[in-house]
């Protein structure tokens, strides 16, 4: 059975997690908790787990068949209007 | 392309400046420009959901865009085509609810993409076999205020800030629904799908 510590500090990790894997420079955490929360999923296979099913789901995202993507014609197109936009601006 | 590495918008207004000599002024346009086409066609296809609406959204944008770059202080000019993107999508489409992407079966695009370009790896061939059809169910059912989070940052690989400013809402809220968003599909795909080796 797991203490109340345990228990506090696996809530307070699985709070940071998708922080921890994102990095996004909106909400980098500071190295004081990135340390703690290295240190807790090194010894705590729950949150481990956690940890390892968010990895998988991102990747899993990443090349998601379903994603809409843009194709060369496309580009080629749009980057004909900046030209022609860029070229009004000299005439 | 990884948006992540961007730093966030400082804040919504852009600070003025004086108008650059035109040779200046559009070599200053493509600059900003050119590097974040490919991304802008994204999240336009991702907001209309069409491609030749997404191209019509572009360019409307693109027209926008160079007519306010006097006003563009030149810090992320991603963040800054984005808010132009969904500010031209609003006045486009007005019936649209805010902080949503196009309707899922305008967004479900089963077909493999042209000029798409990804390298998958054997574990993403694993996972794509696998996971696939799940996560296209997975996704399906949620709200679509989570399901465009998802998508911008989680498919599109754009930043929290990119993904706030691409849908009007603060990063705040960007970063909760997002939270939700994953532990919904999470949930639902289970530990058996996600980490079939671990558990």
Redesign the interface.
Known sequence: MMSLRDLVACHWSARRIQRYLDADPSAILPPQEITRLEAHLAVCERCSQLTAEHRALRRALESWSGAVTPDEASLTRLRSVVDELSRQDRS | MSG?????PSGSDPVSQPSAP??T???A??EH??PE??V???VA??LT?R?PD??DL??ES??RA?KALDRFDGRHPRAWLLTIVRHTHLNMHRRQRPGTLADWDA????R?????N?Q?SA??TV??GT??NQ??DA?RELSPKFRAV??L?????L???EAAATLGIP?GTV?SR??RA?DR??RR?G?QT??PG??
């Not at chain 2, 992540?4 to 966030?8: A, I, L, V």
């Open positions: 992540k590495r961007d730093e966030p035109p040779d002024r559009a070599e346009f493509r420009v050119e086409l490919e802008m066609l994204r296809l991702s959901g491609r997404a191209e572009l360019q693109l027209v160079y967004l479900g695009d089963p493999p993409a042209f000029g798409a990804r998958a574990e993403d996972l794509d996971l696939d996560l296209h996704i998802l998508i940052v989680d498919v599109q690989d930043s929290y800030a990063v970063m997002l939270s994953r599909i999470r795909l530990v996600l980490t671990r558990s």
